[in-house]
C-alpha cells in the first residue's frame, strides 16, 4: 500500500520528521530507507534507537499511538496513487484476476486509504496488525491467498521494499519490486525490477516465464 499504491511514503515522512523534533533530533534518508516496508511493532523500536539517547526512555506503545493518531490525520484529505496504479488496477479487474491488499499498516491506515479509494477492486485486504509475524515473514502473503482462494505460487506479489519482496517470496509468489525509497536497496535474485508500475501491463505479466 504505502509507496506502491499510494503516495504515502512523503505523508509518513512528515511524521517521522514531526516525531524526531519533539526529540530534539533530525529525521534523514537514510534512517527512512532503514524502517520502509516495515510493521509499526518493528519500526519504531529502531526509530527510538537511532534517535539515539534523546529518545532514551521512550515507550513503544505511546510513539506508536502518536504516530497513528497523526497518520489518520494526515490522510484525511486524501492520499494520491501512484503512476500506473489505477490503470493496471482497473485492468487487472476487467480481466477478471482477484486482488489483494497487503500491507505493513495497521487497520485502521488500510482503511482510511481505502476509504478515499470507493472503487477499488481489492476482494481481500491484510493490515500489519492482523498477522502474527510480520514482512519479510511470508505469513501476510500466505494468508491474502488463502483468503482468495488461491495458491501463494499462482500469486505476483508488487512491492516497494526488500521486507515486502522477501515476504512474497518466501510464501512462493513471483516478486515485482517496485522502490519508492531512495536506498530501499538492491533487487535480489528471481526479482523483477521496475522504476513504476506504468511499466507493469497484463500482457507483461503474462509473459512471465513458467519455471
Known amino acids: 500500500m504505502d509507496g506502491l499504491l499510494v503516495d504515502s511514503e512523503p505523508i509518513w515522512t512528515v511524521a517521522e520528521h514531526e516525531l524526531f523534533a519533539r526529540w530534539g533530533q533530525q529525521f534523514t534518508p537514510v534512517m527512512k530507507a532503514a524502517i520502509v516496508g516495515q510493521r509499526m511493532d518493528v519500526a519504531v523500536p529502531k526509530l527510538i534507537s537511532l534517535a539515539g539517547p534523546a529518545a532514551a526512555g521512550a515507550d513503544v506503545?505511546?510513539?506508536t499511538a502518536w504516530l497513528l493518531a497523526r497518520m489518520v490525520e494526515l490522510f484525511g484529505d486524501g492520499v494520491p496513487l501512484q503512476p500506473g496504479a489505477q490503470v493496471l488496477l482497473a485492468n487487472l479487474a476487467t480481466a477478471g484476476v482477484p486482488q489483494a491488499l497487503v500491507s505493513s499498516s495497521f487497520r485502521v491506515l488500510v482503511?482510511?486509504?481505502l476509504r478515499g479509494l470507493p472503487d477499488h477492486p481489492f476482494a481481500v485486504s491484510v493490515a500489519g496488525d492482523e498477522v502474527a509475524?510480520?514482512?519479510p515473514d511470508p505469513e501476510p502473503y500466505a494468508l491474502a491467498a488463502k483468503k482468495l482462494d488461491v495458491a501463494a505460487t499462482d500469486c505476483v506479489v508488487l512491492e516497494d521494499s526488500p521486507a515486502g519482496c522477501r515476504a512474497g517470496a518466501a510464501a512462493g509468489a513471483r516478486v515485482v519490486y517496485c522502490p519508492s525509497v531512495v536506498g530501499s536497496g538492491a533487487p535480489e535474485p528471481g526479482w523483477r525490477y521496475v522504476h513504476n508500475l506504468?511499466?507493469?501491463s497484463l500482457s507483461w505479466l503474462s509473459a512471465w516465464?513458467?519455471?
Open 198 to 200: 506504468q511499466a507493469v
Open 209 to 211: 516465464p513458467v519455471d
Open 133 to 135: 509475524r510480520s514482512k
Open 111 to 113: 482503511d482510511a486509504v
Open 61 to 63: 506503545t505511546e510513539v
